[in-house]
């Protein structure tokens, strides 16, 4: 016996639809009118990884899908005969809610592509016109220092604090006043 049983041509009522099947293939025509072009092409596009997938025009605002199984065993030719209609809808769906929301769409595109261009150029830097009175704002704080920013580290009880800034160089040396009381500070 062989395997190549084929399954008859089914049409729906209003002759939109038409599909035959073979263990191996499956063949579904489509009206334009009812899928336009495009959602068919993406419909088919989501099965070219366990199928070859024909698209071919059979008529005036007709076209067939043609799926044959990648790997040597024949596939569910019903099931994917059904999860290509359901896949049209899908893609059908997306392009209304596409076709919708297009100028939202546009919207966010041209804000994301526009914060995408950086920081600006040379010559956008030296067509700024900066006065005086702006030339040394600082709005994010990038020319505070770090002691100034976060404040200095303080000292853990027994440790000694580590020497500032301002006094990293000098030492304590008594003064002729203070030597002469013996090393008392007078007030």
């Known amino acids: 016996m062989s395997s190549t049983r084929e399954t008859p041509a089914r049409t729906e009522p209003s002759g939109q639809l038409s599909v035959s099947a073979t263990p191996h293939v499956v063949e579904i025509e489509f009206d334009e009118q009812l899928y336009p072009k495009d959602v068919i092409y993406g ?26 199984a990648k790997r040597g065993t024949p596939e569910l030719t019903d099931a ?7 896949e049209l ?10 076709s919708q929301n297009r100028q939202l769409i546009e919207t966010i595109t041209a ?22 009175d702006t030339a040394f704002d600082d709005p994010l704080g990038i020319a505070m220092s770090w002691e100034d920013k976060y404040g200095k580290k303080k000292a853990k009880p027994g440790e000694a604090a580590e020497p500032s800034a301002d ?15 013996g090393g008392r500070e007078t007030t």
């Not at 419909?43 to 044959?68: N, P, Q």
């Not at 261009?117 to 005086?132: C, S």
């Not at 006094?167 to 009381?181: E, H, L, N, R």
């Open 80 to 86: 994917l005969a059904g999860e290509l209609q359901n």
């Open 111 to 132: 804000r994301a592509l526009g914060g995408a261009a950086g920081p600006p150029g040379l010559d956008e830097l030296l067509a700024m016109d900066i006065g005086d």
């Open 89 to 98: 809808l899908a893609q059908a769906w997306r392009q209304e809610i596409a």
């Open 167 to 181: 006094t990293a160089g000098s030492t304590q040396a008594a003064t002729p006043s203070t030597a002469a009381d």
């Open 43 to 68: 419909a088919a596009y989501v099965f070219i990884d366990r199928c070859y997938v024909h698209l071919d025009r059979v008529g005036e605002g007709r076209i067939k899908v043609t799926l044959r």
